[in-house]
């Protein structure tokens, strides 16, 4: 008797699983066709698009090579610093790190590794906002033993803004040298008497 059970028992399980199956795949609670429904194929998306209307986050940002930066973790060399703000900070990778001279006229050297070809620097500042813009006013020399300079970018005031990514990009004719100067004259900052760099970067 207890067989018979079982028996009936095995084919109502089997019967209640093959219905199931039966109305899922017929679709009675599921995803019907109809006449109303229009199907538009998505079209292919090579690329990331930003919608015309809005400015691009880094729109106004000024842009840097991509080659490598000849200045990082160079030997550096500053006619003097303030406080923690030491020579070694304006080639450490971090813009939250910065070198601050004490007064003015502030000289600032890189030595590169052997006589290298360039035609880029960059200067850059804490792209944050808590940095006000400011101008700071300098000229970019270049040496192939140390001794002799020359100048390749006339002393002139260039702007620090953290709307454009507080840096400044210089292009010049290509130039080969192992030294590479930087002599500040003025900051327009309002809380400080130095020059500040937290970043100074060479390219190809
Ligand atoms: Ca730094």
Redesign the pocket.
């Known amino acids: 008797m207890n067989k018979i059970l079982a028996y009936v028992f095995c084919a109502i399980i089997i019967l209640s699983i093959g219905a199931s199956a039966f109305i899922f795949f017929t679709g009675t609670g599921g995803v019907q066709e109809n006449s109303n429904i229009t199907i538009v194929t998505t079209p292919d998306q090579t690329a990331p698009e930003w919608p015309d209307a809005i400015v691009h986050p880094l729109a106004n940002m000024v842009a840097l090579p991509e080659t490598e930066n000849l200045a990082a973790l160079r030997p550096v060399v500053a006619s003097s610093f303030t406080d923690i703000y030491i020579p070694s ?11 601050e001279s004490n007064g003015f006229p502030a000289e600032f050297t890189v030595e590169l590794d052997g006589n290298q070809t360039f035609q880029t620097v960059a200067l850059r500042l804490n792209p944050s906002s808590l940095w006000e813009a400011r101008g700071q006013v300098f000229e970019v020399q270049v040496s192939t033993d140390g001794n002799h300079f020359t100048t390749i970018v006339p002393s002139d005031r260039h702007e620090f803004d953290p709307e454009t990514g507080n840096t400044v990009r210089i292009d010049f004719d290509q130039t080969t040298a192992q030294y590479v100067r930087f002599i500040f004259t003025a900051n327009t900052a309002s809380r400080t008497n130095g020059a500040q ?3 100074i970067l060479i390219f190809e």
């Open positions: 900070n304006a080639v450490d990778g971090y813009v939250t790190s910065y070198w760099v937290a970043e």
